[in-house]
């Protein structure tokens, strides 16, 4: 296994980073939210997808967020929020649209580090986003599991070192197998806990939700 980079030790680093965010057509997200209309599922998703590039935007040390997608809906929410929104040209899955976006950075800022970040984290904190680049700016490449502790959140890499992440399921090993660092962050983290079921929209509520997924969830009655 390869050495974790602590997080709460990490030391300011002076690189900047682009962080790809890839959103799904929203007619197509998020069926594991049993138990709810569709119209209902998209908008939790809008919401939480409003609410994770919200957050990354305020990072430290994040220079733009590029947000891959071809939902026009996701595309107006993203402009607004001052993303960078890039058509999903690949439409070849998760890592290809992370792919496209990193390269995109690599050719206008080249300077800069690439990551990619699940659109699914409605209890991120820009803090925490900070810490993870960060710690992952002295290692070069790594990455931030998912709260179950088998999936990834967020997958870093430095300028010049290869941008190949390996988001889905198993993807933690997939990424310790590369030689990516894993990062520590504790457990009730809000950049660890990405939404896929109720369950884990009881648990990110529990970290504390975004205003915009936070508003829904009020409205409603799934948690």
Known sequence: MAPDADLP???PATLTWSLVVPVKVLAQAKSRLTGLADDSRSKIA?????DTIAAAAEADNVGDVLVVTDDPEIRDMAAALGAVVLADTPQAGLNEALAHGAGFSEQRWPDRGRAGLAGDLPALRPGELTAALDAAARVGVAFVPDAEGT???LYAATPV???SPQ???ASRDRHLAGG???LSTGERVGLRQDVDTIDDLRAAARIGLGPRTQA???AG???
Do not use: C, Y
Request: proline share 8%; net charge negative.
């Open 151 to 153: 999936g990834t959140t």
């Open 221 to 223: 009655s799934w948690v």
């Open 167 to 169: 988001f889905g399921p």
């Open 46 to 50: 809008l919401a939480m997808a409003a």
């Open 161 to 163: 070192v290869p941008f």
């Open 9 to 11: 030790d990490a030391r």
């Open 216 to 218: 829904l969830v009020a």
């Open 180 to 182: 990516a660092v894993e």
